[in-house]
């Protein structure tokens, strides 16, 4: 069986229900509990003073890259240069003249291409402003 036993001053579920110990079986959550858990030749590992929340999904955002993103165009979806040059085209029409251009979520490892566009390109798309690529990492 590949039991562990992990111990801690407490444990929460995310139905509140109170522990000291999680019993996993082979990477898996099993049992919440306490001392009942704890049995001969199951390697152990304390945390005193601490709090285990099992399953906890790290549940966050990052609002200004959210924010940017709402008013920004998106090139996730581009699967190669041309995909590129369209959302760019389309973002230039919609701005005035002369602003920069920022787009987001470039992968450059999905691009048919394999690489970065360069600058002879962007200027090729987009002659009259400046244009910012944000790599999707």
Known sequence: ????????????????ILGTSVLVRSGRIVAVGGAELVGPGVPREDFPGSVIVPGLVDAHFHPIGYTASLHRPSLKRAADFRDIAAILGEAADRQPAGTAIAALRLDDESLAEGRLPDREFLDSVVPDRPVLLMRYC
């Open 1 to 16: 069986m590949n039991d562990r036993i992990f111990t801690a001053a407490s444990v929460r579920t995310h139905d509140r």
